[in-house]
């Protein structure tokens, strides 16, 4: 049960309705968001939700069963939109393409895909500071230093950023200089990052774990919108199966499943769903036409010198050649509508 309270709510009808809910063995919880204020109900007992509903300070009362409450499209009527300034909208009806290198490299890499993107009118550049590596040799990032450049040169073409956070203890460091949290496979149960990336205003995508299923991903989200953060994107990225002959499974099947069961906006990942560049278009035009609001896509200027994840990158020419497609494809979408 989520229950909506008003702004204006007391503290002595607040006590009232956790007393009410109390007498009807229900256990309680209070999220306090940027956009609202809400009591979670957790029982079994069947009641008339009207003895709630009509209380002083209600706004409004919603039956949820799914145990992702907050995150569930069953008491959310409109698809969540997140806005990131400048007229860059992620959610139904906005599609949006991410697009950069696995890994910042250097700031002259950084200028030749910002001129790349500016071309293209892509406003959303992707790039790892933070890498979490399979092994412990490979290039692990720029780092905090990496990002300011990376920050300063994207702002100035009115680019906004998205990058990976791998520590609580880098939230606050990295928060001036990005614009969308990326939470990585390896870290979509990391319960304590979650929480306190549910602490700031700012938004996350959210990746499926490595063999998370479907609802592990949505109770991740959770987590973080308890916390106080509405703001979430949950990417659906491949996860890992007994096949040898692809990086990851792409589970396009997700992708329409995520949109039935959350109001949040949903991105495909293509670059780690399959990791095979020259599949990488294929897939990702699946993702669109499975309903996806967002792709998110590796792109490197010359892939066979990339610091790490080469073989799943577009060129420059592959990649624009991909956006136009995409574009048309989600064009195409719509017109079923």
Known sequence: MIIQLEKTISESQLGQLEKKLTTIDYKTNKVSTQYGDYIIGVGKKEFDIRSIGTMPGIRDIHRVSDAYKLVSKKWKVNDTQIDLGDGVVIG????QIMAGPCSIESEEQIEATVAHLVKNNIRIMRGGVYKPR?????FRGLGIDG?????????????????EVMMVEQIESMHDYIDI????????????????????????MLKR????????????????FSNGNERI??????IRSY????????????IPIL?????LPVIVDPSHGIGVRKHVESVALAGVIAGADAVIVEVHETPEKAFSDGQQTLNNQEAESLYDHLRRTFELRESFK
Not at 147 to 163: D, H, N, P, R, V
Not at 259 to 263: A, I, L, P, R, V
């Open 259 to 263: 949109k039935d069961k959350t109001h």
């Open 243 to 254: 096949e040898t002959a692809y990086r990851n499974t792409l589970d396009i099947n997700a």
């Open 233 to 238: 994107m949950l990417c659906e990225r491949g």
């Open 134 to 138: 399979s092994s412990p040799y490979s």
């Open 181 to 204: 949290y990326q939470v990585g496979a390896r870290n979509s149960q990391n319960f304590n990052l979650l929480d306190a990336l549910g602490k700031v205003d700012k938004p996350v």
């Open 92 to 95: 139904t009806g906005n599609f």
């Open 147 to 163: 990002l300011k450049i990376f920050y300063q040169k994207c702002s100035a073409a009115g680019i906004k950023i998205i990058t």
């Open 209 to 224: 774990g490595i063999s998370g299923t479907i609802n592990e991903l949505l109770q991740a989200a959770e987590y973080i």
